[in-house]
């Protein structure tokens, strides 16, 4: 069953591709933010590497 929701919830998401060479660059610009934004406060991941953890919903746990 949760394959079929799956399943479901991915054609949804089909139905947005491709994006826009517009919307491309919306989406890259606010990823530019939310990484220069971090870089300010001092996190040392790469534009790329905070681009993966947006996409993926991963979390990063830092030491103190």
């Known amino acids: 069953m949760i394959f079929s929701k799956l399943t479901n919830l991915l054609r949804k998401i089909n139905t947005f591709r491709p994006l826009t060479k517009d ?3 919306t989406i890259e610009k ?3 933010h939310v990484w220069s934004s ?3 406060e001092g996190s ?3 534009k790329y590497e905070t681009a993966a953890l947006l996409e993926t919903g991963l979390t990063v746990h830092g030491c103190s």
């Open 23 to 25: 919307e491309v660059q």
């Open 30 to 32: 606010k990823y530019d």
């Open 38 to 40: 971090n870089a300010i």
């Open 44 to 46: 040392s991941l790469s």
